[in-house]
């Protein structure tokens, strides 16, 4: 399923760090995209030439992909669910204006209020970014 962002999960502007849903399998995984303008607003202190995407920011945006997939299954509608934490974060590479980014995060467990993922985050399909997520539900 293909659900609007702003139907799936909470967070509004400046917060809402993804643009739209590619797939849904609720309670599996999600797949989202971001296309990274020059206008971000966490680009407003940085300096000419030299605008990279701070790093938490596009844990954030893995992470509200993961949360769509939590939030699509009935028993957690309405529900809130929190980023818990991180695991194993890698990075090979930095995420700059123009780029077109895929975040997909499968779930690999889902018990009670708690939720584990792993999510990547593709440019031109080549992984950029990985990370094991925790989520709560409240």
Known sequence: MKPEVNDMIPQRYPFQMIDR????????SAEAVKLISINEWFFENQKPGKLVVPRPIMIEAMAQTGVAAILSLSEYHGKNVFFGGI???????????????????????????????HGKITRDGQVITEADLIFAVE
């Not at 849903?21 to 599996?28: A, N, R």
């Not at 695991?87 to 708690?114: W, Y």
């Open 87 to 117: 695991k194993n974060a890698t990075f090979s590479d930095d995420f700059r204006p123009g780029d077109k980014l895929v975040f997909n995060v499968e779930m690999k467990k889902l018990r009670m209020n708690i939720g584990l993922g």
């Open 21 to 28: 849903f590619l797939d849904v399998e609720p309670g599996k």
